[in-house]
C-alpha cells in the first residue's frame, strides 16, 4: 500500500460495525523500555491499521461518509487542491456565491458610504458562513448580504416532501444533504427606494459513500416599490430577461409567472411586490449541472446592473410623512409574506444548529400594521395595490 493511500485511510476513518472491527490491543511499556520495543509497538499499531483496511476491502464495504466527514473532507480538498472546474458542483458554486458576495458588498458600501458589519460563524455539524449586515445607514436602513453552507441529515418525513418533485432522492430514514446559497434583501430609508430580494442556492443530497445522489439549483431576485414607477419596473426586469435569454427564451416568462404567483401574500389577495424571476428544484431533468450553473452565474452577476441605475434615481428624492407611513405598512406586508409563507424561512428555522439571526436578516428594521388602513381612491398608493393585485407583464 502507498503512503497517499494509507494516509487517506487513516484521515478518513472509515466506521466499522461495532461487532465486525479488528480487535485492537493495547500495548504499554514499562519506563526504561528501548528504541527497539518503542519501534515494535509502532509496527504492531500499523499492522493493525492495515489489516483494518484489508478487511474492509476484503468485504467490499465502502467508506462510510456522515455529514460532518463530508465537510471535512471539501474543507481539505478546498485547502490543499483548490477549486477549478473538475471539482464537485457544491465547491464550484460556493466558491462564487462568496465572489459574488464581496462584489455585492463592495458596490453597495460605495453607494451608502457605510461599511457593512461582517459575521463569520461555523455550524457544529458542518458548514458556516458569513453574515454581512449593514443598519441605519445613509441609504439603506437595513440590509443583508448573506452566504450559508450547511451540511446536515434529512428525516423520514422531509425526503417524503422533496420526493415529490425528486424521483431519484432515495426512500430511506434520512439522508445526508448538502445546501448552500446566497440570500440579499436591502430596505432602502426613501420610499421612493424599492426594496430588493435575492436568493440562488444549491441543494445536493448525497449517498452513503459521499458521492452525489440528487442535485438542484433554485433561485430569482424580485423588486417590492411602495411607490411604483414605471421605468424602474421596466429596467428590472428587461435586465432579468436579457440574463435569462442567453440561456432559453421560455425562462424569464415562466421563472416570471412563478415569481409572481410564489411571492403572493395569498391571505390579502395581493402580490409582494411587483416581480422579477423565481425558480426552484431546476435538476437535470430541465438541464444539466454546467448548464445550469453558467444560467445561475448569469443572473446572480445580473443585480448590480438590474438595480443600482434605480438607486440612483430613487436614493435621494424628497417625500412626505405620509409617504413614509405609506412605506412602513407596505413593509408589514413584506414581513407577513416572510413569515407565513416563505420556504426558505420555515426550511432554515427547520434545521437543527441554524442561525436565526441570518435567517431573520430579510426583515426590516421598522414596519407597522395600520387597522383597516386604506389608500385614498385614484392615488399613487391605490395605483401600486391595483398592480399588486394583478401582476403585469413589463417587458
Not at 75 to 93: F, Q
Amino acid at each position: 500500500m502507498s503512503r497517499p493511500q494509507f494516509g487517506q485511510f487513516v484521515l478518513l476513518r472509515p466506521r466499522f460495525p461495532r461487532a465486525n472491527r479488528p480487535i485492537r490491543r493495547s500495548f504499554t511499556a514499562g519506563t526504561n523500555r528501548t528504541n527497539s520495543s518503542r519501534w515494535a509497538n509502532r509496527a504492531a499499531i500499523a499492522a493493525i491499521s492495515i489489516s483494518g483496511l484489508i478487511y474492509a476491502m476484503a468485504s467490499q464495504k465502502p467508506v462510510k461518509f456522515d455529514a460532518r466527514s463530508l465537510a471535512e473532507l471539501d474543507e481539505r480538498t478546498k485547502r490543499e487542491k483548490g477549486v477549478d472546474e473538475n471539482s464537485p458542483m457544491r465547491l464550484r458554486m460556493e466558491q462564487f456565491i462568496r465572489e459574488q458576495q464581496k462584489a455585492i458588498v463592495f458596490e453597495l458600501e460605495k453607494l451608502d458610504g457605510k461599511s457593512f458589519r461582517e459575521d463569520t460563524w461555523t455550524r457544529e455539524k458542518g458548514g458556516g458562513g458569513i453574515s454581512c449586515v449593514l443598519q441605519e445607514g445613509n441609504v439603506f436602513e437595513k440590509a443583508g448580504v448573506n452566504i450559508s453552507v450547511v451540511y446536515g441529515t434529512l428525516p423520514k418525513p422531509a425526503i417524503a416532501k422533496m420526493r415529490v418533485n425528486h424521483k431519484n432522492l432515495a426512500e430511506a430514514d434520512e439522508v445526508d444533504f448538502y445546501a448552500l446559497g446566497l440570500s440579499m434583501v436591502l430596505h432602502p430609508y426613501n420610499p421612493m427606494a424599492p426594496t430588493v430580494h435575492l436568493n440562488y442556492r444549491y441543494f445536493e443530497t448525497m449517498r452513503p459513500d459521499g458521492t452525489s445522489q440528487a442535485w438542484w439549483f433554485g433561485g430569482g431576485s424580485d423588486l417590492t416599490p411602495s411607490y411604483l414607477f414605471d421605468e424602474d419596473a421596466v429596467h428590472f426586469h428587461k435586465t432579468l430577461k436579457d440574463a435569462c435569454d442567453k440561456h432559453n427564451k421560455e425562462y424569464y416568462p415562466k421563472f416570471k409567472k412563478w415569481c409572481d404567483e410564489y411571492f403572493c401574500n395569498t391571505h390579502r389577495g395581493e402580490a409582494r411586490g411587483i416581480g422579477g424571476i423565481f425558480f426552484d428544484d431546476l435538476d437535470e431533468s430541465v438541464a444539466d449541472a454546467d448548464n445550469t450553473f453558467a444560467f445561475i452565474q448569469d443572473c446572480l452577476k445580473s443585480f448590480l446592473p438590474s438595480y443600482l441605475p434605480i438607486m440612483e434615481r430613487r436614493k435621494d428624492m424628497p417625500y412626505t410623512a405620509k409617504e413614509k407611513e405609506w412605506q412602513q405598512v407596505r413593509r408589514g406586508r413584506y414581513v407577513e409574506f416572510n413569515l407565513v409563507h416563505d420556504r426558505g424561512t420555515a426550511f432554515g428555522l427547520s434545521v437543527p444548529g441554524s442561525r436565526v439571526e441570518s435567517i431573520l436578516m430579510s426583515l426590516p428594521l421598522t414596519a407597522s400594521w395600520r387597522y383597516m388602513y386604506e389608500p385614498e381612491p385614484r392615488s399613487r398608493e391605490q395605483r401600486l395595490v391595483d398592480v399588486l393585485k394583478n401582476p403585469k407583464e413589463w417587458v
